[in-house]
Every structure is written in structure tokens, then in C-alpha cells.
């Protein structure tokens, strides 16, 4: 438990509190690479991975559902050590830690699950809330692909992808 707020596995039953704001997050188009409409099914196949791939969420102490994560294997074969992941946090619960504790918790996972390095392959560079959080767990920007990503506001911008050994 983390200041009142606790990490768990998700369960069918937490995708009816995580698809509101993760179709929100989405179809702002600001952040996540995915199509801007995507469908609820298309968006629960994306995100309830399956084993060995884990999908969390952090919860209130009322059980209210603050944000999501989920971390996979970057790579197949021999590149299979090395993990990604992907947060969302609700909007309405911004700034109350959420994110930052689950890049811990999402980092203590990999890192038990034996993955030696994680690689974020895809974050936008005027994210900046995101960028600071990720440098200030360890991670670095390693290349940054310029116009990787088309932002509704900003045209075409650059996307970082982020390493950090585990």
C-alpha cells in the first residue's frame, strides 16, 4: 500500500473503470500511439495482455481504479530479456503520485520477472510530465525518431525511446 493507494493484478472486472479514461487518454491523440478510435474490444486486446505478460492497476482505498500499467517482452528470442510496458493514469487522478508509483512497481516486477533492461519504444516528446518522471526513475533517452508521432496540436514531433537497465 502506498499512501493509501495499492497496486494490484487486474481482473475482468477492473476493465468497466480502466476503459473510460483509457478511451479518453486515446482519442485526445496527445500520448498514445494507437488509433484515436479505437474500438473497446481492439483496446482490451491491447491492454489485458496475456501471461507472461501482467497487467496491474492502482486502486484507492475505496477501490476506485487511479491508472493501469501493463509490461510484456519488448522482443521475442533472443532479445526476450528486455521488457516495455505502458501506463495510464486517469486525468482525474493526476498528480497524486499514481504514475510514479506504478513505474515502480512496474520496474520491481520486470526486474523479479528477470528481465535485465526495460525499453520504452515510444514516448512523446511533448509529454513532458512523462519524459521527467521516466528520467527521474533511471530511464535515458536513447534516440528520439523526429516527426515519429502526429500530435493534434503540435504536427508532427518527435518520439523517445527510453532505456534503463534493471
Known sequence: MLGGMKIRTATAA????????????????ETFSWPRDVSEEQARQFWMV????????????????????????????????????????????????????LGEHIFQQARADGYRAMQFNAVVETNERAVHLWRSLGMEIVATLPEGFRHPVHGYIGLHIMYRLL
Not at 20 to 27: D, H, K
Not at 60 to 73: F, I, K, S
Not at 78 to 83: M, N
Open 14 to 29: 477492473d476493465w468497466a473503470a480502466i476503459w473510460p479514461f483509457q478511451r479518453e487518454i486515446v482519442a485526445a491523440g
Open 50 to 101: 496475456p501471461p507472461p505478460g501482467r497487467t496491474v492497476v492502482a486502486v484507492d482505498d475505496d477501490g476506485t481504479v487511479l491508472g493501469t500499467a501493463n509490461l510484456v517482452a519488448n522482443h521475442m528470442g533472443p532479445a526476450s530479456h528486455i521488457a516495455s510496458a505502458s501506463f495510464m493514469v486517469d486525468p482525474a487522478h493526476a498528480g497524486r503520485g499514481v504514475g510514479r508509483a
